[in-house]
């Protein structure tokens, strides 16, 4: 299930759930945060490391599993698979093969928010290839906030009524 990865260019991070979950509905995202200084792989592989680990809900206290660990637990996963979202600067090839050597099994989201699929592809990224059709990002802009605001209305309603 690992063996390929998608980049979406979605702005919203309910967009790129939405997506996962609408063909794999019991996956879980373990969102990579902030920026990857410099190409820096290692940074990369530890932040990567620290979100897989807390899916798999590791106490710090605890033995640190191993990344062969880590991946024998993602590829044993029933219906809560973890897929790893990487933000836009891990879109370099060494990268992208350092996630894939490290876990084999884990799937991969690249956020490319505005990037056309043009340049996404321009890129010749390894094992990637980006979502089609692609996200409109005014259509984007519009729709999330009103979903948003119907969860919120949702949850303040059924709230109420227990």
């Excluded at 967009?15 to 990857?36: D, L």
């Excluded at 699929?117 to 984007?140: D, G, K, S, Y």
Aim: aromatic share 8%; with cysteine.
């Amino acid at each position: 299930c690992g063996e390929r990865g998608v980049g979406i260019n979605a702005e919203y991070a309910i967009t790129r759930r939405m997506y996962v979950k609408h063909a794999f509905h019991g996956w879980q995202a373990c969102e990579v945060e902030g920026n990857v200084s410099d190409n820096d792989v290692e940074e990369l592989l530890e932040r990567s490391r620290g979100a897989l680990l807390e899916w798999l809900g590791h106490d710090p206290d605890d033995h640190v599993p191993s990344d062969d660990e880590i991946d024998k637990a993602i590829a044993e996963a029933d219906d809560d698979l973890p897929f790893l979202v990487l933000p836009l600067d891990a879109a370099f090839p060494a990268a992208l093969l350092a996630v894939r050597t490290a876990w084999k099994h884990v799937p991969v989201l690249l956020r490319c928010s505005g990037e056309s699929p043009e340049a996404f592809n321009a890129r010749n990224l390894p094992f990637m290839t980006i979502l089609q059709p692609a996200v409109v990002p005014a259509e984007e802009a519009r729709i999330i906030p009103k979903h948003q605001e119907y969860l919120r209305t949702f949850r303040r309603r059924a709230r109420a009524t227990t």
